[in-house]
């Protein structure tokens, strides 16, 4: 299934990136922190044909990005998802690690941790929440049309999704076969959700 | 030249902006003592175990191990703390007593028996496998403490390590406290309870507004207590009076006011009393039992405390007793009330 892929890879690209950044701005104080934040949080909800339009235009061959011939290509997709959900890992982690209790923090250090390893404790015992929050960003990134749309451009059997084939098939008047990618859709994005569940309750 | 001590503070201050919590302490620990802070709540108790602990560092002035100047990185690595709230790691208690031999960098197997014999030491056995979490308040301080101890550190620190435990388990800390032997020898411990300070520790160092008012062996400070200390909630009932009459172990004692008690003391001239007022039965008529102690008097004081309720009584001196509040209810107890107070002869600490 190329949404599984496409969307799977953009969330370990926004991990990669978003999980140290959330872990600096959930940890440490440093001046410009609010900042930081408020960015981050601003941008979770920004609309996706908006931020697929501002990547259209630098992918397209005339962009800054052009050369690497991004353009309707699986890769752009991912890319485009990693940056729409990076806020969303950034700003719901950072939290989760911020609410942990204070007291864990010395709790470690007066055991004899590092402080690598108090951090490594700290995220530990975030650690259901984190995972939360990269769940609704995959969530977020298999669900979306813009991105997929704008950077992908559906091309059959490269970077046609789920999304993108519900809203050509619908446009054909293919409603039943809609509905079925549709709730396929649903399924992929329940069974995750269900998944957690049970990870919590274990 | 003499021996430096094992540990010791020079003039550490703390202050958070305007306010100070501590005012230069100057403290000198042996090793293998163990030494009280007492103090009431806000007197820098808890800011001076987290600078010995490490885990901040002081304003100004400096901590010496073994003669030598140490950050708190360096204190860190011989010290470890219990802190007065329980907290736990959201894992087993296997998971919580081996955190620390983890960071050492142990095998499996020597972490295994060393979380084994914390616990056992605790009372613990046979936990390893619950939620820490999940277990009782008092389970959850004896697992913090066996996560200390699992550590071995060689100056241990424990804050009100039994506030707002039931008396079973402050007991059990108690004991764990007085029986630590080669795991962690030297401990300071912080307390609001003299009694607590009296029953586990060498010495008494007295805390007051971030000021070490008094430090002396346990029963020098009874004998000879300062203003501040007699004056402290938790040292009421010491009185200074002579004993007037001796036989077989038993003392009378006239404190003066008219107050004659007995004593299970052979001392004679002149002595130093102090009953607990938690030893102190209340009744509303004069009851007939092996208490030795029957005096009577009048309410002049109601006043709250953490559940309890603390009554002063005049019998001609002011004695201080305890009460629960259901039992101050069902008695109808008030200012003003004429009361009786009974103790054993051997409850009454002669010095």
Redesign the interface.
């Known amino acids: 299934m190329r949404s599984l892929q496409v969307s799977g890879f953009a969330t370990l690209l926004a991990c990669l990136w978003s999980l140290p950044a959330a872990t600096i701005l959930g940890l440490t104080n440093f001046r410009g922190k609010r900042l930081a934040r408020g960015f981050f949080s601003a941008f979770i909800g920004v609309p996706t044909v908006a931020l697929g339009l501002v990547l259209y235009m630098l992918f397209s061959r005339s962009g800054p990005l052009g050369v690497f011939g991004l353009l309707y290509t699986p890769l752009a997709i991912s890319l485009g998802q990693a940056v729409l959900i990076t806020p969303i890992i950034v700003t719901f982690a950072a939290s989760a690690l911020e609410s942990v209790?204070p007291?864990?923090r010395?709790?470690?250090?007066?055991?004899?941790?590092?402080e690598m390893?108090t951090s490594l404790?700290i995220i530990?015992?975030a650690s259901f929440s984190v995972l939360l929050s990269v769940v609704a960003a995959f969530n977020r990134a298999i669900a979306e049309l813009g991105i997929a749309l704008m950077l992908g451009g559906n091309i059959r059997y490269v970077t046609r999704v789920l999304t993108t084939s519900i809203a050509l098939e619908t446009a054909r008047g293919e409603i039943a076969f809609s509905l079925a990618l549709a709730i396929v859709l649903l399924g992929i994005v329940y069974s995750v959700s269900l998944a957690l569940n049970l990870l919590r309750k274990a | 030249m003499m021996m430096a001590s094992f540990l010791e503070t020079r003039e550490l201050q703390m202050r958070y902006g305007p306010t100070t919590a501590l005012a230069g302490a100057n403290l000198q620990i042996e090793k293998g003592e163990t030494l009280a802070l007492v103090g009431p709540s806000g007197s820098g108790k808890t800011t001076l175990l987290?600078i010995l602990?490490?885990?901040q560092s002081p304003t100004s002035g400096e901590a010496l191990v073994e003669g030598r100047r140490e950050d708190a990185a360096g204190l860190?690595?011989i010290?470890?703390?219990v802190?007065q709230?329980t907290?736990m790691?959201?894992t087993t208690v296997y998971g919580n007593v081996s955190?620390?031999l983890h960071?050492?960098g142990l095998a499996k197997r020597e972490i295994e028996e060393e979380v084994m014999r914390a616990l056992r030491k605790v009372g613990l056995q046979g936990f390893e496998k619950r939620k820490a979490r999940k277990l009782s308040g008092g389970e959850q301080q004896r697992v913090s403490l066996a996560?200390?101890l699992a550590?071995r550190p060689a100056l241990l620190l424990l804050d009100e390590p039994t506030a707002n435990l039931d008396p079973a388990n402050a007991s059990a800390i108690e004991h764990v406290v007085s029986n630590l032997g080669e795991e962690a020898n030297t401990v300071v411990l912080a307390t609001h309870r003299m009694d607590q300070a009296e029953r586990l520790a060498d010495r008494v160092a007295v805390l007051n507004e971030g000021r070490l008012v008094q430090v002396g062996d346990a029963k020098e400070l009874f004998r000879r207590p300062s203003g501040f200390l007699a004056s402290f909630g938790q040292l009421r009932n010491v009185f200074h009076g002579s004993v007037a009459l001796s036989k077989e172990g038993l003392a009378v004692i006239t404190l003066g006011g008219g107050v004659r008690i007995e004593a299970a003391s052979n001392r004679t001239g002149k002595v130093s009393v102090f009953v607990r007022p938690e030893d102190i039965i209340v009744s509303k008529t004069p009851i007939v039992s092996s208490a030795r102690n029957v005096l009577r008097g009048r309410i002049v004081k109601v006043e709250d405390q953490d559940g309890l309720v603390a009554l002063a009584v005049d019998v001609g001196q002011e004695l201080a007793a305890v009460v629960t509040k259901q039992s101050f209810v069902e008695m109808g107890l008030n200012l003003g009330l004429e009361v009786f107070l009974a103790f054993k002869a051997s409850s009454v600490e002669v010095v």
């Open positions: 209790d007291e864990l010395d709790l470690a250090r007066t055991l004899g941790a590092s390893q404790a530990r015992e | 987290r602990a490490g885990l860190r690595r010290a470890s703390m802190f709230r907290v790691f959201n955190f620390g960071t050492k996560r200390a550590v």
